[in-house]
């Protein structure tokens, strides 16, 4: 079976407070994006509750134990006898870029589990196991347009307050910059948003979203890594309604209402990636 694990940006993101737990509740409007991983998962014929995994694309740091996908299917043969899965990863959406790459190949691989060994598991379940695995791992059972509050795990579908936005194009650029999301949390100050961010959302884009629609992160990343600021001011100088940091960085979006040019000559050495919403 081959699946294609898409990413998302975040029109807003508010820290609102820091958890009793540790973890922090969030405000933010996820979006699905069409860049994707692809995903293939083939019952083998080693000792049932294994897998294996071999990527290719984009490198991964760190050890294949350690990788999301792997970990899904420990969890869920935790619960579940699995057969033996092998599993290949084309990495094409970039790592630690606020884009959540890591958090959808984790979920879709939730989602492959389940159909592949016929689990029977319904989306609120699936969003249970997701939401154990990271704070964006739930959106991506749907991957639709959602307000998430919570660690970003409770959401509310938003399909038709975002209807506005088909049709617009979405530039993304990453620079050569990782941010890791403790890193990028470290750094930031809890507190309650003007305006919440699906209510700007709703609107179509307009001054309240360049004055309203924030992401909490930027400014602490921005005196972290300074080199990386100009970013936002260039994809307006292009034309954009409206421009953002996705997620903890370091990827930034603009959307457009016509395709923007020059893409080469303006982010030179950066990921770039153009699609019509």
Same mark, same amino acid.
């Given at each position: 079976?081959?699946?294609?694990?898409?990413?998302?940006?975040?029109?807003?993101?508010?820290?609102?407070?820091? #958890?009793?737990?540790?973890?922090?509740?969030? /405000?933010?409007?996820?979006?699905?994006?069409?860049?994707?991983?692809? @995903?293939?998962?083939?019952?083998?014929?080693?000792?049932?509750?294994?897998?294996?995994?071999?990527?290719?694309?984009?490198?991964?740091? $760190?050890? @294949?134990?350690?990788?999301?996908?792997?970990?899904?299917?420990?969890?869920?043969?935790?619960?579940?006898?699995?057969?033996?899965?092998?599993?290949?990863?084309?990495?094409?959406?970039?790592?630690?870029?606020?884009?959540?790459?890591?958090?959808?190949?984790?979920?879709?691989?939730?989602?492959?589990?389940?159909? @592949?060994?016929?689990?029977?598991?319904?989306?609120?379940?699936?969003?249970?196991?997701?939401? #154990?695995?990271?704070?964006?791992?739930?959106?991506?059972?749907?991957?639709?347009?959602?307000?998430?509050?919570?660690?970003?795990?409770?959401?509310?579908?938003?399909?038709?307050?975002?209807?506005?936005?088909?049709?617009?194009?979405?530039?993304?650029?990453?620079?050569?910059?990782?941010?890791?999301?403790?890193?990028?949390?470290?750094?930031?100050?809890?507190?309650?948003?003007?305006?919440?961010?699906?209510?700007?959302?709703?609107?179509?884009?307009?001054? /309240?979203?360049?004055?309203?629609?924030?992401?909490?992160?930027?400014?602490?990343?921005?005196?972290?890594?300074? /080199?990386? #600021?100009?970013?936002?001011?260039?994809?307006?100088?292009?034309?954009?309604?409206?421009?953002?940091?996705?997620?903890?960085?370091?990827?930034?979006? $603009?959307?457009?209402?016509?395709?923007?040019?020059?893409?080469? /000559?303006?982010?030179?050495?950066?990921?770039?990636?153009?699609?019509?919403?």
């Amino acid at each position: 079976m081959i699946v294609f694990p898409n990413c998302k940006i975040n029109l807003g993101l508010n820290v609102v407070r820091k #958890r009793n737990d540790g973890y922090h509740d969030l /405000e933010t409007v996820f979006y699905p994006v069409p860049l994707t991983d692809k @995903l293939e998962a083939v019952v083998g014929e080693g000792a049932d509750c294994t897998c294996s995994l071999s990527l290719s694309g984009n490198a991964i740091e $760190g050890n @294949l134990d350690d990788n999301l996908i792997v970990k899904v299917y420990k969890l869920l043969a935790s619960d579940y006898c699995l057969p033996h899965v092998d599993f290949g990863l084309e990495k094409n959406i970039p790592s630690q870029a606020g884009l959540g790459g890591g958090s959808s190949d984790a979920t879709y691989t939730l989602r492959v589990l389940n159909e @592949l060994c016929n689990l029977n598991l319904d989306a609120p379940t699936l969003q249970r196991y997701a939401a #154990r695995l990271g704070a964006d791992c739930a959106f991506f059972v749907t991957a639709e347009p959602s307000f998430a509050t919570g660690i970003g795990d409770v959401l509310t579908p938003m399909s038709d307050q975002c209807a506005h936005l088909k049709g617009l194009y979405l530039l993304i650029v990453k620079p050569p910059v990782a941010i890791s999301t403790a890193q990028a949390f470290s750094f930031v100050k809890p507190q309650s948003p003007i305006i919440i961010c699906k209510d700007i959302v709703a609107q179509p884009i307009n001054d /309240e979203w360049r004055k309203h629609l924030n992401n909490d992160f930027e400014l602490s990343i921005f005196n972290v890594y300074p /080199e990386i #600021r100009s970013i936002k001011q260039q994809l307006y100088d292009m034309g954009a309604m409206y421009a953002q940091m996705s997620g903890s960085g370091s990827a930034f979006f $603009g959307i457009f209402q016509t395709r923007p040019t020059l893409l080469p /000559e303006v982010f030179k050495e950066m990921f770039t990636y153009i699609c019509q919403l």
